[in-house]
T-cell receptor, first 110, second 118 residues
Framework: KNEVEQSPQNLTAQEGEFITINCSYS?????LHWLQQHPGGGIVSLFM???GKKKHGRLIATINIQEKHSSLHITASHPRDSAVYIC????????????FGKGTKLSVKP | GAGVSQSPRYKVAKRGQDVALRCDPI?????LFWYQQALGQGPEFLTY????????KSGLPSDRFFAERPEGSVSTLKIQRTQQEDSAVYLC????????????????FGPGTRLTVL
């Protein structure tokens, strides 16, 4: 069983739609990260959170520690949001390396 | 400011050839991580440095993989006698704070090196 599971694997949306990507994990964590990866490989850190909710622009990330679940929301989606979104967790007590989900490939159509 | 850089960005190697991949972390970052990302998969941990010390190399898939960070800044991942299954994107990430910081640390990723072994 994968320690970090994301759903859906692939997501196609129309411009303007509200998007939700889910992440469940099975290990105790120090923090959960949401990352964005564009074609060509570069990864950008969107959020790092350990409780509650964070918002940055049109992006919102929430985490429920008791349920070991996090969601990434994108409001008013735009074609430039098209990318792979990856959930990763830092295990509690570990040295800091991340355990990654397989990613959700988002395509936003104009 | 300068982020994490990696070179080369793309590398094509013939099976059996040795390769060296370079990572320049953000200046002053203590922690440095190497990850391997196969096509269509999430990255997987290879090895971790705290300054010049390689504290964890449990993710290295075989003894053909070797990493170093001799002066605690630039790191090199070397793969000897490359095999086709080594084809992947190799990502380097660095973080500023001590890895035992309570909440963990934001990692800053380089653009990756895409290795193709023919």
């Amino acid at each position: 069983k994968n320690e970090v599971e994301q759903s859906p694997q692939n997501l196609t949306a129309q411009e303007g739609e509200f998007i939700t990507i889910n992440c469940s994990y099975s290990v105790g964590i120090s923090a959960l990260h949401w990352l964005q990866q564009h074609p060509g490989g570069g990864i950008v850190s969107l959020f790092m959170l350990s409780s509650g909710k964070k918002k940055h622009g049109r992006l919102i990330a929430t985490i429920n520690i008791q349920e070991k679940h996090s969601s990434l929301h994108i409001t008013a989606s735009h074609p430039r949001d098209s990318a792979v979104y990856i959930c990763a967790v830092g295990e509690g007590g570990s040295q800091g390396n991340l355990i990654f989900g397989k990613g959700t490939k988002l395509s936003v159509k104009p | 400011g300068a982020g994490v850089s990696q070179s080369p960005r793309y590398k094509v190697a013939k099976r059996g050839q040795d390769v060296a991949l370079r990572c320049d972390p953000i200046s002053g970052h203590v922690s440095l991580f190497w990850y391997q990302q196969a096509l269509g998969q999430g990255p997987e941990f290879l090895t971790y440095f705290q300054n010049e010390a390689q504290l964890d190399k449990s993710g290295l898939p075989s003894d053909r993989f070797f990493a170093e960070r001799p002066e605690g800044s630039v790191s090199t991942l070397k793969i000897q006698r490359t095999q086709q299954e080594d084809s992947a994107v190799y990502l380097c990430a660095s973080s500023l704070a001590h890895p035992l910081a309570i909440l963990g640390n934001e990692q800053f990723f380089g653009p990756g090196t895409r290795l193709t072994v023919l």
